[in-house]
């Protein structure tokens, strides 16, 4: 088996590589590839059995390689956030890993791809994946306004007005005044995809954070980034060391 993989942090992809040889020992690995350009290069003379990629790459986003081209192969994303339709490639039997990643969650992936390698020769399941990727280059309206409860009260929040979304027992919202709010959503991944990348960013499994409340941001003697909102009792929101480079590219925009 050929995999390519595509990966633009160097410690995650180092990490990556090492899983994969302790999955697929046979495994014949080409990367790891750090930007969108050298992607395309690449698959014009080459052409893996699977692809293992991270979706944003350091000159943009990976699935830019691929609506450009008919799709041969499976392929395995990985990403820190989830805004990308994540579902969709579930449901069209691609998988994906949310960063850092899990070696027993990788090993499923290889699992699914072993299980869906013969659907690739099938021209109506390349044809619906291939519609999947340019479906991609529509533009997506992101949600401005959030229902929300406190109490009996039911109340509407305007999206500027959100410094994060929390996971707790519940999905709560919590405003730039601090107010905290009970959302009706059942997790962060179902919000994650109604906001737009560019203002909000998954810190974690518990946080999403809104740029523009973002007071401080300090690295500890590990890598991990400390963040601090602006907003009263601001709760501790740790970016892992993993996600750290992501993170700042992110920032700077």
Known sequence: MRILVLEDEHLVAESLMKLIRQLEPGAEIEGPIASVQEAKEKLEKYTPDLIISDIQL????????????????????????????????????????????????????????????????NEAYLQQINELFANFGNSKKYKERFTAHYGRNTLLVHIDDIACFAKEEVIYLVTGEGKKYITDYRSLDEIEELLDPAVFYRANRQYIISLQYIDMMRSDETGKILLKLKISSPPEIIISKEKAAQFRKWVEG
């Open 58 to 121: 350091a000159d943009g986003i990976s699935l830019d390689v691929f609506t450009e081209r008919k799709i041969t192969y499976p392929i395995i994303f990985t990403t820190a956030y989830n805004e990308y339709a994540i579902r969709a490639f579930k449901v069209n039997s691609i998988d994906y890993l949310l960063k850092p990643i899990d070696k027993k969650e990788l090993q499923t992936a290889f699992e699914k791809y072993h299980q869906i390698q013969s659907k690739f020769g």
